[in-house]
């Protein structure tokens, strides 16, 4: 039987095409012979529970591990210690044979759970008992612990865990502990009783810090697909496929799955492609790309319904995707340490940028249908001009530009320069969107985003177009953009790019206009 690309839980390297995590596993086992207690804190299907479920099996050898699992508890589990006592003895007990007899009858006393003078420092005198009497070091390590945040009694379980951490010296202690979840919970801070004040440290400050690389690289991405391809031969060129898959995914891990896995089992059915070797193409990962984004999933959801819970996060995404925000990382802010922690955006070079170009299409999309995006009449009249733009399968961008300044003008010509500065890229996009709806999609080049310039990338039917959109600040300036798009051409080996420049000198001369430097054609379109 061949294996497939999954999507769904944790990936078993018997049944599923997967990457190598041996690198992980040994810069995590040095964490563990380091003694460390740590958290992995990553976006929802980040392959998490993938990575605890290998890593429990890499350190059997040398360790014991109590691997468990929250979501095996009810919240009715949290609601007072002896319950929680006898819900974490039976998760221990269920790891099987790792306890000698004495410990497993006194936590089988814990779990009966009938006892309410029960405790957690009882259950915790037990396990350095245990741990005394171990011929083995014992590393803990708990999956999607953060479900557990909000409960007093979980709160102090880490406290416990603090306490004798901090006092390693006089007992035994795990080796390591391991927690995994959504929520960073270091940060989380003890909840207030009724007859106390704000307790302002953290339960869980003895956290080491967490830098495994959880992305997938393009190098192991193509590994990945050589797997694939030794099993079914369609003769793709893995390094052009890789680079795609990384470029579009940054190595979100379930990203990576699900482009695959629309390579693999849905591609076909679009009728677009003839067999397996077709869709494992450049058009192939396109047409993937485009599927992906209109499908509803659970990280969609999930994003979008974060972005509704945390205002001040959906205030931020909106500059950066639509003003052109440069924002500088700082760690001591919040809604930074939110986005971060949910996975929407990664740090690079010291700013906050979008995670991925996925991510950042979605968003997009998402915007673009706010009741605050003014589509009205603009898009309307793309909508109706679309058989005009589209010729031979392949978008007309020249006319749509040219189009864009009349419609644009037609509409909101009477506004200020502040309004169009702030949303003529943004109207662009809304412009753009039902032309190539269905069958492109777009994306912006994260490196040139800023307040004066964006590089919006449209793949269409595998064909790429690249239109620059930029604020005018004067002659020299417009020169300088030229000349980066010319070279930007050469980086996507096009011999055709696109300039739409929001212009506010009175003077403006409106219009299309085409710049020959070369081999190379710019279409400059002024508004």
Known sequence: ?????????????????????????????????????????????????????????????????????????????????????????RLILLEGNVLPAWASEELNRFAQGDNENVTLSMLFISLIRWLRESDKKVVLIIDEVDTASNNQVFLDFLAMLRFYYLKRKKYPVFQSVILAGLYDIRNIKRKIRPDKDHELNSPWNISADFEVDMNFSAKEIRAMLRQYEDDYHTGMDIDEIAGLIYDYTSGYPLLVSSLCKLLDEKIMKTGLFQNKSFCWTKAGVYEAVKEMLSEKNALFDSLIGKLNDYPEMKKKIYALLFQGESIIYNADDSVTDLLLMFGFVKIEQNSVQIANRIFETRLYNYFLIQPDAKIGELEKNASRSKNQFIQNGELDM??????????????YGDQDDRFVEETGRKYFMLYLKPIINGTGNYYVESRTRNDERTDLIVDYLGKQYIIELKIWRGNSYNERGEDQLFRYLDHYHLKKGYMLSFNFNKKKKQGIRNIVLGDKILVEAVV
């Open 1 to 89: 039987m061949k294996k497939v690309f999954n999507t769904t839980g944790y990936c078993d390297p018997e049944l599923h095409y997967m990457v190598n995590l041996t690198d992980r596993m040994n810069q995590i086992k040095t964490m563990v012979e380091n003694r460390d207690y740590f958290v992995i804190s990553k976006g929802r299907q980040y392959g998490k529970t993938t990575l605890l479920t290998a890593l429990a099996e890499y350190l059997q050898p040398d360790y014991k591990v109590i691997s468990l699992d929250f979501q095996a508890l009810s919240s009715a589990d949290f609601e007072t210690e002896p319950r929680f006592v006898a819900a974490f003895s």
């Open 398 to 411: 020249e006319h749509i530009l040219e189009k864009f300044v009349i419609h644009f003008d037609d509409i």
